[in-house]
């Protein structure tokens, strides 16, 4: 890979990274209830799907998924059902007036992998940046797989400090939300932003 390749690929893959999107805002208010460690590793869960993602794209299998319009659409459907589900939960998520150590140590952080995992794998617009935005980067002339892993490799990297970035923003925003009613305004915010992805993935039709 050359350097003019990873100048250009690197600050557009990050902009992509840091966009606001529905795990992005769950990681933000994972480490506003439960801390900068438990975000973290609840975004492990994201990695393991664009994993997958990554894969499917580098063995073509991508190509099937955006093609077979009613798999794509079951999975939409499918991913905005999960969303309006995570917003529900946020909506109604019990807030206290003290930000005690043992609710941060009590939430499973295994749970909050597999929510991230989840929603990654129920947004089938996300594939899409593997299949139409790592392409534009890949030299023909040489190795595509090995190419592909390198530049899915250094996604994942980004994406990884995206989510330390989002749950550092979350974990700051802690200080200020020691009141109850301050912390459900917060967690109803981010409910309604993500049911409102959640409408706007069922909306949208640019891909199909």
Do not use: H
């Not at 438990?38 to 073509?60: D, K, P």
């Not at 595509?144 to 400090?161: A, H, R, T, W, Y």
């Amino acid at each position: 890979m050359s350097l003019t390749t990873l100048l250009l690929f690197i600050p557009a893959c990050f902009a992509l990274n840091m966009a606001p999107g529905p795990n992005n805002l769950l990681a933000l208010n994972n480490a506003q209830r439960y801390g900068l460690a438990n975000a973290i590793f609840g975004g492990v869960g994201r990695l393991v799907a664009f994993v997958v993602m990554i894969a499917l794209a580098a063995s073509g299998l991508a190509v099937v998924l955006l093609t077979s319009q009613w798999l794509f659409f079951a999975i939409k459907i499918l991913g905005a059902g999960y969303l309006f589900w995570l917003a529900i939960k946020l909506w109604r998520a019990p807030v206290s007036n003290t930000r005690s150590e043992s609710k941060e140590s009590n939430v499973s952080a295994f749970k909050l992998a597999k929510q991230e995992c989840l929603l990654a794998l129920g947004n089938p617009k996300a594939i899409l940046i593997f299949t139409a935005f790592l392409p534009q980067f890949i030299d023909p002339k040489a190795a595509i797989g090995g190419q592909f892993m390198q530049l899915g490799g250094l996604f994942l990297l980004l994406e990884l400090m995206a989510i330390s970035i989002y749950a550092a923003m979350g974990t700051w925003l802690r200080t200020w939300f020691s009141r109850s009613s301050i912390q459900r305004v917060f967690n109803r915010g981010c409910a309604a932003l993500i049911a409102t992805l959640g409408v706007a993935m069922l909306l949208d039709t640019k891909a199909r």
